[in-house]
């Protein structure tokens, strides 16, 4: 497909599933063209939404941190995977209880659903990237998971690339309840088509209509293939041009940034 017709189509979307990272930020930093992307969107009076793995935070903090940015974007235009492992949670099993290992966020969203908190004999123990991550966490887990709770990852992500390395993520900081318990985690965040099925519900429209963008294959990609969308990768996050061949499938479109979408 000829560049003009390719960016034509992607224009003509009804709505838009954003990744964030590597798409309109990396950390705290602005990436080009992201101002004029969403300036585009408000402008052409589309539908979108922000996906995010990230389960730290709410979707108004997410809108205050691109309001820092000079991005104006209401809280209703992001969709957590903490807020999607609380959906989860409260269609299997109304009334359910949890213990939590992870942000404030990720207590919230849960406590909106109607999901409230017990360490004593939960349903669910509820795991998302956290800086408040303990021994004693961890062996409280362990016991609950043992003592039947079942095992919820927010999201699947090993790693989380920050301004001077990588963090462990919640992949990562599940693995050792998984080893000591034998129980596999179930992890709700993409790749799981649960947050773009969520995003589809949001905006309102079929997903014929709508274009996923994300950076990474292997999550973003993957489930906007998986939901019967066109997928759009972004070159300005973690994937290269020449790593895209090493997948068994691929992208409808790729682009160098999200500023490309409206050049
Ligand atoms: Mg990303």
Redo the contacts with the bound molecule.
Sequence with gaps: MERNEMLARIRAKEGFLC?????IYHGNRLLDGASAFVNWLIREGKKFVFLTNSPERTPHELSMKLERMGLSVSPDHFYTSAQATAAFLATQNPGCTAYVIGEAALSKALYDKGIYMNDVNPDYVVLGETRTYGFEKLEKAIALVRGGAKLIGANPDTVGVTETGVMPATGSLIAPIEIATGKKAYFVGKPNPLMLRHGLNKLGCHSADVALV???MDT?IIAGIESNMDTVLLLS??TAREDVESFPYRPNFILDGVGDIVK
């Excluded at 990744?19 to 798409?23: F, I, L, N």
């Design positions: 990744d964030m990272d590597g798409v994300g950076d990474r973003d996050g973690v």
